[in-house]
């Protein structure tokens, strides 16, 4: 490992101000600097000394850094911001071929094709992607991409929709997919004053596993989406108001409930039947 070369680095604060860097607003950039918090996140990724690692936005690179510092054999960073470049480039250098950038947008990049055999993701997502960005990845594991694990930050309330159960308040489509794709949990809070610029919302970092099991027992993703999209596209409404001349006693319900009271897989199976 080449851990002495990465720790000998400058502060990433010092190297944005050489490379006259600003975080941009409309690539939802805000940034860490705060090393015992990315030292956190890295650590959270299971497996992280025996597994790649992708990371989406890594700006600076602080959380690339720490990936590497703790032991990942290969980091590969899309990056969407090429003004990044002479400060991953020197991250690149001391990372003793460790470290791969790659300059996309990560909605257009396939990530089975960065990476031979099974890999984890690990980022502080984009506030203006990080939920389409998600969503493509509970939906890219379903259908077999070889993905370990996701240690992901996002704004505290997105994290809960992920990792909401039946009957919370912020349960829907999200946590419906996620649950029947994966285990999830969130790992700890990140107060906002950690980011520069500092953003008006909190922020939460969650640990996400695809389930092998789970995903052998799950009906097409696409009729899920669509059941799915349909019943919390009116979720104030009865369902049986939605889709109406259903015998909703096949699947445990009387027609009168709503979207946000129907377990996940209850969902599975309305996706079978009724799609």
Known sequence: ???????????????????????????????????????????????????????????????????????????????????????????????????????????RVNFSECVNGEYAICSNLPYNVGTELFTRWIIAAACGAPIQSMTLMFQREVAERITARCGDKQYGRLAVLCSLVADSKILFDVPNTAFVPRPRVQSAVIRVIPN?????????????????????????????????GVDWAQFGLNGTERAEEIAPETFAQMARILI
Do not use: W
Request: aromatic share 2%; no cysteine; charged share 25%.
């Open 1 to 107: 490992m080449t851990n002495d070369k990465i720790k000998s680095l400058p502060p990433v604060s010092e190297m944005m101000r050489n490379a006259g860097l600003e975080p941009k607003k409309q690539l939802g950039q805000n940034f860490l600097f705060d090393l015992n918090l990315t030292g956190r996140i890295a650590n959270s990724v299971p497996n992280i000394a025996h597994v790649p690692v992708i990371e989406v936005g890594p700006g600076p690179g602080g959380l690339t850094r720490a990936l590497l510092l703790a032991g990942a054999p290969r980091v590969i960073a899309i990056e969407a911001d090429k003004k990044t470049e002479p400060i991953l480039s020197d991250i690149v250098a001391a990372s003793g071929g460790r470290l791969t950038v790659i300059y996309a947008d990560a909605m």
């Open 212 to 244: 092998r099991d789970k995903i052998s027992e799950l009906p097409d993703i696409k009729k899920l989406e669509l059941i799915t999209a349909k019943l919390f596209g009116h979720r104030r409404k009865m369902i049986r108001g939605i889709i109406p």
